[in-house]
């Protein structure tokens, strides 16, 4: 039992990394694959195409891999082969294959021998192959060409390392013979990843291109520079075969015709060759596969339960049902209308911690923006003077007017309150623009129907901009209104008695807000905190530094931290101003500063507190916490206009109280209109717009959206949404697929186990000391045998050739006479019998035996 599941396992791998290639989800999930690795032309790419039986790779001088291919065999009848970039077009000539993998390698690096990590995905079907999933590595380069970086070789070092230190990764250590094996990079970066040889296979190629006179036998045999699963030896195809069109499958007879007529190979036959590097290494994937079915197993569930939910709702996707569309669309407008809501009204769940956005932001513009453009706009203390003046005196025309002229202030206040309406107006185009923001972030979830999201988005946003009109209209309305009629009889404004009592004091300033009449005995009501930097503190004396300030209704305070256990500083608020500094070329930040009016020091020696932001979000929020206090923006007139204000604005004592009577009289009752705006014009666009609009989408998008087109048109996927739904549904069948083919199998079935540890220390310590290569030569058995004495011993007994994953050779017999010399007519049979060699460091001729003992029996 299990067999035919184990079989099963590698092209169901193969149909989950097209699973999740195809979403872009390849990193979720580390599929067992084989990674083959190796210097440039040390016939990685022959190996392949030999596997596959056809001519496919491309072919050429240098780096000729530039891309890692992922290429995946099926045993298949047909025979033809598929790329995840192509999909639905099957190559069934494989000279095309070639052209596809060199101009889609040319699409992503360039014609000029650049290279990427991006894997081309090419499946092979045909009934000459063994389930793999291989991935072919660019060649281990040392010295760039072309327009190739000048750290290729590490960049194509990074690219291999990618692969081959995941855990689910085999290492296929591709090195040819005529080479030093001792200095092979490709088994350098196995035994980085691979310390203990679990995942690593040696591949030894070009054993026919060897100097005449020595052999690979010892390596071949895992006695010789040993690996803990041993070596495989193949002979590809020379330059002039494939020039000449040498068939693969002549190419394989070839091969084994060379393995079994070779002397040094002639005993291990069976155990070399491509079709024995097939078997070998689709057995140890699936043995790879078997032994990480656990932590596999969990990866597929875990990424089985991400999925369902989306699943579940593609399950249900009936395209022949005609109320298909119907419901969908019912839930598409009621699911929008949910998060509308949501986002103005405010949420737990899909909450924004990057900015303000929706109801809150909202919130800010009606009790943050709104006031301070109302302060800002109105506070321009000599401006408003010398109008006061200039009415007096008009009213009273050519006459000097004994009494203060009642119709001053009403002119004074009816200017000053036509002059709400750009502040007004403004607040109505800001909410506007959030609005439309929070319709189009709402809309999102609509674009896997195209014309849904564009037909629901047009419709909302023009009706919010019918609204936006008739919210200007209510607003001005408003304003007008209160132009129309003076209340004087108020019971908060001060009256004539109260406003010249007033003037024969020194003017204090007011409050607005919350900071009104009706403020509470304590003063310490806090109004702000937060950080900011004082930024114009010298070097000298410590230079610029964040505080922690807390903003009262009577004071600036600041600490040394949030904790506010260690004061630094206390500002009083009374007689101060703040004003906008200009951004520093070298800085980032956002600077205003605060300012005595009686031109006194602010902090210590310094006339100015110049306080820096973040953002100028966040100054802006500062200063209308300061307008909450009392700090009122600061607009002094330009010098000259101060000059022409003296010339004109000379006032009699008289005329002096007249104005601060006025003054009083407008400051009063501006103070009950500033309230009662600011109270009234967002109440206005809250019912005017931002309710409506929610209505709106409750009751009349529905309709609306029926009447504007057709629902087949409005319900048409998206040819996006469509292959995603596929590809998720492939996934998921997939997933389910998987884990019941790894539930089926018992994981307790007998596999092979792991051959035992070798010494591989020459990997780590081959720069210092190398030992002998595959190329060292090896010297005739016949002038070894002619150095040993003959007295005394039996004949030598057989020894038994190390099957193919031996990690040590046998402990050597004592050895017997030798037999007569062969004679010269069979001089080119088989050679005598040679002792095996100790497990110690091989030496390069087996030890003497040693004397034998009289008395002793041989």
């Not at 190629?205 to 690979?216: I, P, R, V």
């Not at 009273?396 to 009642?406: A, S, V």
């Not at 309406?421 to 909410?431: A, I, R």
């Not at 290569?773 to 005394?792: F, I, W, Y």
């Amino acid at each position: 039992m299990g067999n035919r599941e184990m079989e099963e396992l590698i092209p169901l791998v193969n149909r989950l990394q097209d699973a999740f290639s195809a979403l872009g989800q390849s990193c979720l999930l580390e599929l067992p694959q084989i990674a083959v690795v190796g210097g440039q032309s040390a016939g990685k790419s022959s190996v392949l195409e030999n596997f596959v039986g056809r001519d496919f790779l491309p072919r050429g001088s240098g780096i000729v891999t530039r891309r890692p291919l992922v290429l995946q065999l099926v045993t298949s009848k047909a025979e033809y082969a598929e790329f995840l970039h192509c999909k639905g077009k099957k190559f069934t000539d494989f000279d095309e294959v070639r052209h596809e993998i060199e101009a889609e390698t040319d699409r992503v690096t360039g014609m000029n021998k650049g290279i990427s990590s991006m894997p081309i995905n090419l499946r092979v079907y045909s009934p000459h192959v063994l389930n793999l999933t291989l991935i072919d590595l660019p060649g281990i380069t040392k010295v760039p060409v072309g327009d190739q970086p000048q750290d290729i070789e590490h960049q194509i070092r990074e690219m291999i390392m990618q692969f081959i230190t995941r855990e689910s990764c085999l290492v296929l250590a591709v090195t040819p013979a005529n080479t030093d094996l001792a200095n092979s990079d490709a088994l350098k970066l196995a035994k980085e990843v691979d310390p203990q040889g679990l995942r690593t296979i040696g591949v030894i190629t070009k054993l026919d291109l060897m100097d005449e006179g020595t052999d690979a036998r010892d390596v071949l045999e895992n006695k010789l520079l040993p690996l803990r699963r041993g070596y495989v030896g193949v002979v590809n195809r020379s330059q002039k075969d494939i020039d000449g069109k040498k068939d693969i499958k002549a190419a394989i007879v070839a091969e084994r015709k060379f393995f079994l007529s070779h002397p040094a190979y002639r005993h291990m036959a069976d155990r070399m060759g491509t079709p024995r590097l097939q078997k070998v290494l689709n057995q140890q994937l699936t043995n790879h596969i078997r032994d990480t079915l656990p932590n596999f197993r969990n990866k597929l569930q875990g990424q089985l339960l991400s999925i369902e939910h989306e699943v579940e709702a593609y399950k249900n996707f009936k395209p022949e049902d005609p109320t298909r569309k119907t419901k969908a669309l019912l839930q598409m407008v009621q699911q929008f209308a949910v998060d509308f809501e949501k986002r103005i009204e405010g949420s737990g769940d899909q909450v924004d911690t990057l900015e303000l956005s929706g109801g809150a932001k909202i919130n800010r513009i009606f009790h943050e923006r709104f006031p301070f453009e109302i302060v800002k706009m109105e506070f321009n203390e000599k401006e408003l003077r010398r109008e006061i003046s200039y009415a007096i005196k008009n009213i009273h025309g050519i006459r000097t007017g004994l009494f203060t002229p009642d119709m001053a202030f009403e002119a004074i206040v009816k200017k000053q309150i036509v002059k709400l309406k750009g502040p007004s107006l403004k607040s109505v185009d800001l909410v506007m623009q959030e609005l439309i923001s929070t319709v189009k972030k709402c809309t999102k979830k609509l674009a896997n129907f195209p014309r849904l999201c564009e037909e629901t988005e047009r419709i909302v946003a023009n009706h919010i901009r019918d609204r936006e009109g008739k919210t200007k209209d209510q607003v001005l309305l408003l304003i007008d209104i209160q132009v129309s009629y003076i209340n004087t009889n108020h019971e908060d404004f001060i009256g004539f008695a109260n406003a010249q009592q007033r003037s024969s004091q020194v003017h204090k300033k007011t409050t607005i807000g919350n900071q009104g009449t009706n403020l509470p005995p304590s003063r310490q009501i806090v109004i702000r905190k937060g950080w900011l930097t004082i930024s114009n503190i010298g070097i000298m004396k410590g230079g610029s530094k964040g505080y922690w300030f807390v903003l009262t209704a009577e004071s600036l305070s600041w600490y040394k931290d949030d904790e506010e256990k260690e004061k630094k500083y206390m500002l009083p608020l009374d007689n101060l101003k703040v004003r906008d500094v200009e951004k520093s070329f070298m800085s980032s930040k956002h600077i205003f500063a605060l300012f005595n009016t009686e031109q006194r020091n602010v902090y210590k020696d310094y006339r100015f507190l110049e306080l820096a932001c973040d953002s100028q979000e966040d100054v802006d929020s500062w200063k209308a916490s300061l307008l909450r206090a009392g700090v009122y923006p600061d607009k002094s007139l330009t010098e000259s206009d101060e000059n022409g204000q003296a010339e004109n604005f000379s006032m009699d004592p008289q005329l002096e109280r007249q104005v601060e009577t006025i003054r009083n009289l407008v400051d009063s009752y501006m103070s009950i209109i500033n309230k009662c705006i600011r109270d009234l014009i967002p109440k206005t666009i809250m019912h005017l717009m931002i309710n409506n609009v929610k209505d709106f989408i409750n009751s009349e998008l529905l309709a609306q959206l029926y009447s504007s087109e057709d629902q087949n048109t409005l319900m048409e996927e998206s040819a996006e949404q469509a292959q995603r739904r596929d590809e998720m549904l492939r996934m998921y069948q997939a997933l389910k697929e998987a884990l019941m083919i790894i539930g089926d199998i018992n994981t307790a079935t007998v596999s092979t186990p792991a051959p035992p540890p070798v010494d591989d220390s020459w990997i780590q310590h081959s720069r210092r000391s190398p030992p002998p290569s595959p190329t060292t030569q090896r010297k005739p058995a016949l002038s070894v045998s002619l150095t040993r004495p003959a007295s005394g011993r039996g004949p030598a007994p057989a020894i038994p050739s190390p099957g193919p994953h031996s990690g040590a050779p046998p402990v050597p017999f004592r050895p017997g006479p030798l037999p007569p010399f062969p004679n010269s007519s069979d001089s080119f049979g088989a050679p005598p019998q040679v002792p095996s060699r100790p497990t110690r460091a091989p030496p390069s001729v087996p030890r003497r035996p040693p004397p034998a003992v009289p008395g002793r029996p041989s």
